[in-house]
């Protein structure tokens, strides 16, 4: 293991829409929930942000959005098409959101506004972003809700949104985001709340429609992560662990926490009987992290070392990073065998 700046963060940086570095989102003195994101993320790229609950993912979302919660502290950059986001006022805010970033939530039954309708919410967005006519917004707004699988399009744009099953919400949440033509597109958990066929249609039209922007994809999912990204950042208790390609980290995963969140994902070709393993343990909470590796109390490899904290450092030679001092899949031996006559 070689103790490099995260290769991944340096040779893409050049070309990147959006580059995160050491981001950190703290709500007081050792209450770092974000400590220490770096990424970066390419037009037309999906970066797949990973971990389990707790792990710091929509802190992160929400400081690429403007919207942390009060008490939050920021520090690091997130450069977006050359514009700096940490230390941004709200009112700067209000300019860029839509325009140059838009997040996707969760449930769009409660992000939608229920009381205008789904066409006038696109538009809306046209209006703040846009120089066009109102005939002309109308027009758009049809053709973007046709664009995200909505059938009968202008016949939906007149609906609320209780009007339209959850599938058809999701999509119109993805038209809202797409609707200003942001350089960066935040989803976080998009399509948890949907039925896995749904979820698997609202996958493939998020990706088909995101070809001109980057979209930072918030799952806990590593199945989701196979089917929409192109490179994957695995976040444990507020920092990464790993990140790399979505092929090399699904198929040569190089930390510990990522191998296990792997063997938690069901095989569609086995049906499984019983409950799903899960990692035995919890991500430790806010306050009671500490030092040293934060995986250690649940990883099967912790040995003394690991009680000081190991540094995100290239693996292997194929620009994947990980933050373990015995990562897996990679030529070096263990210091532990090494000492072995
Ligand atoms: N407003 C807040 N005040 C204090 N702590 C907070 C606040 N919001 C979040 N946290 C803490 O920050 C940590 C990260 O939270 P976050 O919501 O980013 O996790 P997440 O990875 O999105 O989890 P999930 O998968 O459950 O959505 C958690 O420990 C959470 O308790
Ligand atoms: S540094 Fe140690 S405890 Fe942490 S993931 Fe690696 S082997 Fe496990
Ligand atoms: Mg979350």
Redesign the pocket.
């Known amino acids: 293991m070689t103790m490099t700046q995260p290769a991944d963060a340096r040779s893409d940086a050049a070309d990147a829409v959006l580059d995160v570095r050491d981001l950190r989102?703290s709500?007081g003195p050792g209450?770092d929930?974000?400590d220490g994101l770096t990424l970066t993320a390419r037009r037309g790229e999906t970066v797949a942000l990973v971990?389990?609950?707790?792990?710091?993912?929509?802190?992160?979302?929400?400081t690429l959005s403007g919207l942390l919660?009060s008490?939050?502290a920021v520090s690091g950059s997130a450069v977006l098409d050359g514009l700096q986001l940490v230390g941004r006022r709200e009112k700067q805010w209000r300019g860029l959101r839509g325009s140059k970033v838009s997040m996707i939530f969760q449930d769009a039954a409660t992000a939608l506004n229920p009381l205008m309708t789904v066409g006038a919410q696109i538009e809306e967005v046209m209006a703040i972003h846009g120089t066009h006519g109102r005939a002309e917004r109308r027009e758009r707004a049809v053709q973007l809700l046709a664009s995200v699988g909505v059938p009968d399009a202008a016949h939906r744009a007149r609906n609320h949104p209780h009007q339209l099953s959850g599938g058809m919400r999701q999509r119109v949440m993805i038209a809202i985001a797409l609707a200003g033509s942001p350089d960066l597109v935040v989803a976080?958990?998009p399509t948890t709340a949907l039925d896995v066929t749904v979820q698997a249609q609202v996958l493939t039209l998020l990706r088909d429609s995101t070809r001109d922007a980057a979209v930072l994809f918030?799952t806990?999912d590593m199945g989701v992560v196979a089917e929409i990204a192109d490179r994957v950042v695995v976040?444990y208790a507020?920092k990464v662990v790993e990140s790399g390609t979505v092929t090399e980290v699904l198929e040569r995963p190089h930390h510990p926490y990522t191998v296990a969140l792997l063997a938690s994902v069901p095989d569609p070709d086995t049906p499984r009987v019983g409950e799903l393993p899960t990692i035995p343990g919890r991500?430790p909470?806010?306050g009671e992290r500490g030092t040293g590796c934060p995986f250690r109390d649940r990883c099967p490899k912790a040995q003394e070392r690991c009680a000081e904290a190991p540094p995100l450092a290239a693996v292997g030679d194929t620009g994947s990073v990980a933050a373990c001092w015995f990562p897996e899949h990679t030529a070096q031996t263990d210091p532990a065998e090494e000492a072995t006559p």
């Open positions: 989102v709500f209450l929930a974000v971990g389990e609950s707790g792990c710091g993912k929509t802190l992160s979302a929400l919660p008490g939050a976080d958990e918030i806990h976040m507020g991500v909470p806010l």
